[in-house]
T-cell receptor
Framework: DAGITQSPRHKVTETGTPVTLRCHQT?????MYWYRQDPGHGLRLIHY???????DKGEVSDGYSVSRSKTEDFLLTLESATSSQTSVYFC?????????????FGPGTRLTVL | QKEVEQNSGPLSVPEGAIASLNCTYS??????FFWYRQYSGKSPELIMS????GDKEDGRFTAQLNKASQYVSLLIRDSQPSDSATYLC?????????FGQGTELSVKP
């Protein structure tokens, strides 16, 4: 998985609790991304980062926040989890942005919100 | 939001045949396109990228891009049962990848 780890790999939580997912890379790539994947919706971008402390919103950012204090770590936080946030979350990294935006994905985190 | 569209399938081909996967996109500004393979329960794996009109070959895989008609295709020659997976097409829109919903491919022995 191109030197990308995600933690935890599985998590079950209750509605209203905060949840933080971590993505860690050892490739020293500048760009990092968080996606969610749901049946019928495919992969959708939540937030992305183009450098330390530089982040921006994606297509489905409501209810999520991110932080990147180091090149290697990109955190995704659900401030108050809802059942609609039950999904598989993937982190991806890219050495360059557009146009040669080859992204490599981590193993994913399966999140269930009860 | 500009779109990337794929037939969801499933597409079933016999072992040894050519599998043809297609994708259309709406954003004429997209310059780069990517094909990912995703096995059930696993993460997407990049298998091809293509940036210019024409064909790009890598082993059994050939990606084709036609910017005038706004379509991208992936051909898999000599299909193997191990090629059975979901194939995702993605286009770059200003640094963000927009993914199609994927086409499920089943290769029958």
């Amino acid at each position: 998985d191109a030197g990308i780890t995600q933690s935890p790999r599985h998590k079950v939580t209750e509605t209203g609790t905060p949840v933080t997912l971590r993505c860690h890379q050892t490739e020293n790539h500048r760009y990092m991304y968080w996606y969610r994947q749901d049946p019928g919706h495919g992969l959708r971008l939540i937030h992305y980062s183009y450098g330390v402390k530089d982040t921006d919103k994606g297509e489905v950012s409501d209810g999520y926040s991110v932080s990147r204090s180091k090149t290697e770590d990109f955190l995704l936080t659900l401030e108050s989890a809802t059942s609609s946030q039950t999904s598989v979350y993937f982190c991806a990294i890219s050495e360059s942005g557009s146009p040669g935006n080859e992204q490599f994905f981590g193993p994913g985190t399966r999140l269930t919100v009860l | 939001q500009k779109e990337v569209e794929q037939n969801s399938g499933p597409l079933s081909v016999p072992e040894g045949a050519i599998a043809s996967l297609n994708c259309t996109y709406s954003d004429r500004g997209s310059q780069s396109f990517f094909w990912y393979r995703q096995y059930s329960g696993k993460s997407p794996e990049l298998i091809m990228s293509i940036y210019s009109n024409g064909d790009k070959e890598d082993g059994r895989f050939t990606a084709q891009l036609n910017k005038a008609s706004q379509y991208v295709s992936l051909l898999i020659r000599d299909s193997q049962p191990s090629d059975s997976a979901t194939y995702l097409c993605a286009g770059d829109q200003g640094g963000k990848l927009i993914f199609g919903q994927g086409t499920e491919l089943s290769v029958k022995p």
